[in-house]
């Protein structure tokens, strides 16, 4: 009996706390609402903001092109989509939507509720993501954090607001975001924008969250070819995507020893030959037609063992090339410039490349130049966090990250993949640059006799 109370009691508390939340959506609408109104996208309706009530197609049309900074443009433009029963007011903007291609002649029905997919589909598209939406929109808008929850069915007038507050600051797949657009028109102040703090660079927990958890992955290793065969990993790691085709990053010391392993070009590979089958086979047919049938693509990127008996061994299924360039400072002898060029195949998405070459190369200086990790006889650490040297953010010299972007194997769209190797060029840079600035040479890390020696 105690038990059943117990659930009972638990179950009534999970209904209880469901009413706040649904409470808090409700007021982040408004709250988004009045943050819009302040950029001057929303005008409200003298009575408030409504954030309660339906969204028409009509609205998020209207809402968009300001998004777009393309309100006056939209209104110069005479032309007509010929599409019947358009408003008069949103005339202009459900014409601009039409001829730009953020909205089909088949998505809209005049005076009609707006539903989740039409909006997320809208918002893709008008971030250069439109040959991305996928099977559902509303899905793809969730897995890249565009929008922070499910959305499905009618949406409101505060959905609308609380999604597109969070596009503004989203970013464009050519980079930028729209509200970089907005201030370069000057069509928002810099003022109003910085009173939001929309600018902020560092993205929140919550926010990070949302844009790069669907993006982790586990990684299978194998240590030999019998653990192969069996199909039986011997090890697991963490990995996470950083392009939408398949390119993954992990620690190289999770992956030290393993001969193969399933991820990066591999799991984008076999990704897109299901694809294919995919689109062979939807070729003239409907999603229906298709319904409950399942596409396979597999792609094993055979290696040889380390120390195989042959000539010219296969070590890793991909091959690439990193340079990097140290420049010190005449005057100080401190590092002014890191110059890191590297070969990634195809760059699927170039800013998650320099971001890596950037990681890379200031997690090497570190051990180039100060850091130091102490441990006793166990392998225990012995310092504390705070004197290990790490660099800090004052500190990083200017990093020229160079993507060099071009056709890889002919597997995953041509991706190579970046990793530790950000990491490995940067010490010996450094080293070479003080050889020629003093004319001593280093062959110990940290290096000796340099700006950033620490005294122990």
Not at 27 to 55: C, D
Not at 241 to 255: C, E, F, K, Q, R
Request: net charge negative; aromatic share 6%.
């Amino acid at each position: 009996m105690k038990k059943k109370l117990l659930s009972l009691v638990c179950a009534l508390t999970l209904t209880i706390s469901l009413l706040p939340a649904a409470q808090a959506l409700e007021g982040e609408g408004t709250r988004a609402a009045e943050a819009l109104a302040s950029l001057g996208l929303v005008t409200g309706t003298g009575a408030g903001y409504a954030a309660e009530k339906p969204a028409t197609q009509e609205q998020a049309a209207a809402l968009l092109v300001r998004l777009l900074g393309a309100e006056k443009a939209a209104k110069a433009d005479r032309r007509s989509c010929g599409w019947a029963g358009i408003p008069s007011w949103a005339r202009s903007a459900v014409n601009y939507c039409a001829f730009h291609d953020l909205i089909d002649w088949s998505e809209y029905h005049a005076g009609g509720a707006l539903d989740a997919e039409l909006w997320c589909a809208m918002l893709l598209r008008a971030l250069g993501y439109g040959s991305e939406l996928g099977s559902s929109a509303a899905r793809t808008a969730l897995r890249i954090g565009l929008i922070s929850r499910p959305l499905e069915g009618t949406l409101t007038r505060g959905d609308l607001f609380e999604t597109a507050l969070a596009a503004l600051t989203y970013p464009a797949k050519d980079g930028g975001t729209l509200l970089d657009g907005l201030l370069a028109k000057g069509l928002c102040t810099a003022a109003a924008v910085d009173a939001l703090g929309l600018r902020r660079e560092m993205l929140t927990a919550r926010e990070a969250a949302d844009r790069h958890l669907s993006a982790i992955l586990c990684l299978d290793l194998f240590a030999d070819e019998e653990a192969i065969e069996a199909d039986e990993p011997t090890a697991n790691a963490s990995a996470f995507l950083i392009s939408p085709d398949g390119l993954a990053v992990t620690n190289y010391h999770s992956i030290d020893g393993a001969i193969s392993g399933r991820a990066t070009l591999i799991t984008g590979e076999a990704c897109r030959r299901a694809c294919e089958k995919f689109c062979a086979a939807f070729d003239g047919h409907t999603m229906k037609d298709l319904n409950g049938q399942e596409f396979y693509g597999e792609y094993y990127a055979k290696t040889d063992p380390l120390g195989a008996d042959k000539p010219n061994p296969v070590s890793h299924v991909a091959y690439g090339y990193a340079t990097q360039m140290c420049i010190l400072d005449k005057k100080t002898g401190k590092l002014e410039k890191i110059v890191a060029a590297h070969d990634v195949g195809k760059a699927v998405n170039p800013r998650s490349c320099e971001g890596q070459i950037e990681g890379g190369v200031v997690m090497s200086m570190g051990y180039a130049l100060r850091e130091q990790y102490p441990i006793d006889e166990n392998c225990k650490p012995i310092d504390k966090y705070g004197k290990l040297g790490l660099f800090r953010a004052h500190e990083i010299p200017e990093i020229d990250a160079i993507v060099i972007d071009k056709p890889g194997l002919d597997v995953a769209c041509g991706a190579i993949g970046i990793g530790e190797i950000t990491s490995i060029p940067t010490a010996p840079a450094i080293a070479e640059a003080y050889y020629q600035y003093d004319h001593e040479r280093r062959t110990v890390l940290p290096l000796a006799h340099t700006p950033y020696e620490r005294k122990v």
